[in-house]
């Protein structure tokens, strides 16, 4: 899988839009574009994912680069309860055997009142 | 989560004490998933099953067990032989190997 780099915390207003960016330069041309979040001590939360077209769902849109070596994360109308790790992925759909997820550090995003 | 059970959340576990965690789906999914998670690290693999009486290793299975009888139930033993079991387990499935892969909350285990 292609390697992600995220920055390490950001923090942003509540009811303001949190953006979230991610580099993957070696992005395969197979290889989607995941985000998962972690809010302490709870298992990681899917939020969205996409190939080369912009996506959004009732959580969050997602923002990718034409040439799709980076993307970010839009959520829209932060809250308090967005405040979490949110890790950026990319992965190619495996067809025989899992292919597990691997997590980096992810970026801690902080909300704050 | 939503449609995935994980239990108990905590668990306390006496050295030499061999353990289960529940994992049980209701999402009618194919492929379940166990990963174990450490305080500031990734998630690593431990073991994988894609349809039922049928699991693979995963990266670090060595002091794990696993069974997969029934579609919607994927318990991991964890065994005295593993040497550093003190973590986040965290069960994962999704309808098949290609698709996305969903969680359920998680039991931290604590060897005393």
């Known amino acids: 899988d292609a390697k992600t780099t995220q920055p390490p915390s950001m923090d942003c207003a509540e009811g303001r839009a949190a953006n979230l960016p991610c580099n993957h330069s070696t992005i395969s041309g197979n290889e989607y574009v995941y985000w998962y979040r972690q809010i302490h001590s709870q298992g990681p939360q899917y939020i969205i994912h996409g190939l080369k077209n912009n996506e959004t769902n009732e959580m969050a849109s997602l923002i990718i680069t034409e040439d799709r070596k980076s993307s970010t994360l839009i959520l829209p109308h932060a809250t308090l309860r967005d405040t979490a790790v949110y890790y950026c992925?990319?992965?190619?759909?495996?067809?025989?055997?899992?292919?597990?997820?691997?997590f980096g550090q992810g970026t801690r995003l902080t909300i704050n009142p | 989560d939503g449609g995935i059970t994980q239990s108990p959340k905590y668990l306390f576990r006496k050295e030499g004490q061999n353990v289960t965690l529940s994992c049980e789906q209701n999402l009618n999914h194919d492929a379940m998933y166990w990963y174990r998670q450490d305080p500031g690290q990734g998630l690593r693999l431990i073991y994988y099953s894609q349809i039922v009486n049928d699991f693979q290793k995963g990266d670090i299975a060595e002091g794990y067990s696993v069974s997969r009888e029934k579609k919607e139930s994927f318990p991991l033993t964890v065994t005295s032989a593993q040497k550093n079991p003190t973590a986040f387990y965290l069960c994962a499935t999704s309808t098949d190997f290609t698709d996305t892969q969903y969680f359920g909350p998680g039991t931290r285990l604590t060897v005393l």
């Open positions: 992925i990319v992965r190619a759909p495996q067809i025989q055997g899992a292919q597990k997820l691997v």
